[in-house]
């Protein structure tokens, strides 16, 4: 089992916030880690054994470092692997965003070609009706007018919201437009959508 020589990682000391006292934490190819355990140089067999045991039972989270006299045990710091997970959620609420927002102003304006401003009024209202976040004319007019790529978020917004409002845009396309031919309009929309974010529209 591999080790790690100690001037390949950097190994520092940090005070934590509100203790009194400090911890070690190594960084080592763009990850943290702290310490887990330490071995004396003669118990090598046995540290390779609890890095082993510890791989088995929680994935390749752990790094053995042989240090000048011992060995070294170390975890990865689970509080960045949180705010790493964060940020790939903020990501995919993102793109759900973009996703919608890009979906819904294409097929607006298509569908204001096809059924005219009263018809689409009569659409509007449906909406109204079953998108919580969709209340009045001046909500549709954000939503239009609001850069679709935009990477802020737009607030009171779920996604749930756009979920529902991918969907009940797909159902009341079908209802105008019938069937077939609505079916074929929505598909069309959403391959004119950036690719990236095509799977992130959800029709039935």
Request: proline share 2%; charged share 25%.
């Amino acid at each position: 089992m591999s080790i790690v020589e100690q001037q390949l990682v950097d190994i520092e000391i940090v005070t934590i916030p509100g203790k009194k006292r400090s911890d070690l934490r190594l960084n080592y190819q763009e990850q943290t880690y702290h310490l887990h355990q330490a071995f004396a140089e003669s118990k090598l067999a046995q540290a390779q054994a609890q890095l082993q045991q510890l791989k088995l039972a929680h994935g390749d989270r752990y790094l053995l470092v042989r240090e000048v006299g011992y060995y070294s045990l170390w975890e990865i710091d689970g509080r960045k692997l949180i705010n790493e997970a964060e940020i790939v959620i903020e990501l995919q609420r993102l793109e759900v965003q973009q996703a919608s927002l890009c979906f819904f102003q294409e097929l607006w304006f298509r569908l204001e070609d096809l059924i005219g401003a009263r018809q689409l009024q009569l659409l509007a209202n449906d909406l109204f009706m079953v998108v919580p976040a969709l209340k009045s004319v001046l909500d549709i007019d954000r939503l239009l007018k609001f850069d679709p790529l935009s990477t802020d978020r737009l607030a009171a917004w779920t996604d749930n919201d756009f979920i529902i409002l991918d969907r009940q845009l797909d159902r009341l396309t079908q209802q105008k437009l019938g069937k077939q031919f609505g079916s074929e309009l929505v598909l069309d929309t959403i391959e004119s959508i950036p690719v990236q974010l095509r799977s992130r529209i959800l029709v039935d």
